[in-house]
């Protein structure tokens, strides 16, 4: 990687290098366990031009999305945010009910079905062709597609203008930021909003959150780095949120800059704690790389550890994150047996790299294992509620993230 994909600086520098890893959706099916699999290099770097955080674009999104094996309606919490979120948004944007949303990276239509069910007209823009066949399943109209410049002219041409567009959980996911930017600045009325939800880089750093990087995230944004990047497609950040979805989001309400105005008070604060924790210039970034290295030293010590007594430790979930976590700690079945996830999908499939067998939920119950390993960390409220179960056994629910901690599973 040569020049940054913000502002084509090659003032690159190393944040923290975690080895080569498959794609981390990538789950295997019994029958390719014995077939080679591919590994990238996965090595976040910094500009300290941009300040833009990212890593090489090696794997394309074309690889990644044409079919994808995360369904966001299985997180029942993350069902309740795009809930209040809509309610947020037409309160704010004053949406009526003839207005037009158009949501990128919609997924099942977890979200826009809030917007159906108020009557109101909507579209997603799904490049997956399976999640988008559920989303229209549900009776969410959904394009199978990547945004461009040029699709987001043609929605345009063909649906109007949005009042609101909305890009939650996509901004990191395309290595074309400036491209994105401009599709989305095609697709919104000139005096419309835009909503983007992204994990926020300081709290990545701050919480040793090194297992959200990974191939699907081509690049890490602060608020001062979002600016940039909106102000690439026309875009004027007004408004920011701080938010505790994935560990620490930012939530940025943009406009076109003719439309924008003067942004609030909010943005100036959050950009004072990114300036304060240093994430521009290089100390704020110095340390990572060594508290990284604690969490896997930590989480093999008791993995072993368990082993070395007898006890029996299982996973639950099997988010992208994780795969990060148990390539970069190197954790095969003989440490972790299985791990379970809700989603069907991945029932019978293996974790890329690391060959750990995913299997349904029931699991756990049945076999009442000493300790269950969480790797959606970023669920833990929602989860230790869902875990808790395990507690009539005297079974305990261990998180890797920001350090090990090991607690009751009790609601």
Request: proline share 7%; glycine share 8%; charged share 20%.
């Amino acid at each position: 990687m040569t020049a940054c994909r913000l502002c084509g600086s090659a003032a690159l520098e190393s944040v923290v290098d975690l080895g080569a890893t498959p794609p981390c959706e990538s789950f295997l099916a019994a029958d390719q366990l014995d077939q080679p699999e591919p590994a990238y290099p996965l090595h976040l770097r910094v500009c300290t031009d941009c300040w833009l955080a990212q890593i090489p674009p090696l794997i394309t999104p074309e690889e990644t999305f044409s079919e994808y094996a995360y369904f966001s309606s299985f997180s029942t919490s993350w069902v309740e945010h795009a809930r209040t979120f809509v309610a947020g948004a037409v309160h704010r944007t004053g949406l009526r009910p003839d207005g037009f949303v158009v949501e990128v990276a919609s997924n099942d239509g977890y979200l826009l079905k809030h917007v159906v069910d108020r009557g109101i007209r909507c579209l997603g823009v799904e490049p997956s062709v399976n999640v988008g066949a559920a989303a229209r399943d549900a009776g969410v109209p959904t394009l199978t597609a990547f945004l461009s410049p040029d699709t987001g002219a043609a929605v345009r041409a063909e649906h109007g203008p949005a009042d609101l567009v909305v890009a939650n959980n996509v901004y990191a996911h395309i290595p074309d930021v400036v491209g994105f930017t401009q599709g989305l600045r095609a697709l919104v009325a000139d005096d419309g909003w835009v909503s983007i939800e992204v994990q926020h880089l300081l709290t990545l750093i701050e919480e040793n959150q090194y297992d959200t990087i990974y191939h699907e995230h081509f690049q890490y944004y602060t608020v001062a780095s979002a600016i940039r990047a909106l102000a690439s497609g026309g875009l004027t950040l007004v408004d920011v949120e701080l938010l505790p979805t994935h560990g620490g989001s930012i939530r940025l309400w943009a406009r076109p800059a003719e439309a924008a105005g003067e942004p609030s008070r909010r943005v100036a604060d959050v950009l004072a704690r990114e300036k304060a924790a240093g994430l521009q210039e290089l100390s704020g970034y110095a340390e990572f790389s060594a508290r990284v290295a604690k969490v896997r030293r930590d989480l093999l010590k008791f993995l072993i550890g368990a082993a070395e007594r007898g006890e029996t430790v299982v996973g639950y979930g099997a988010p992208g994150k994780g795969n990060t976590l148990l390539n970069h700690c190197g954790i095969r079945p003989d440490l972790l047996p299985y791990t379970v996830d809700r989603n069907p999908y991945k029932h019978g499939r293996f974790t890329p790299g690391t060959r750990i067998p995913i299997l349904a939920p029931e699991r756990i119950a049945a076999d009442r294992p000493d300790y269950v390993l969480v790797l959606p960390w970023n669920l833990r409220t929602e989860l230790v509620e869902q875990l808790s179960f395990v507690h009539e056994w005297g079974g305990r629910l261990v998180f890797p993230i920001p350090e090990l901690s090991i607690v009751e599973a009790t609601s």
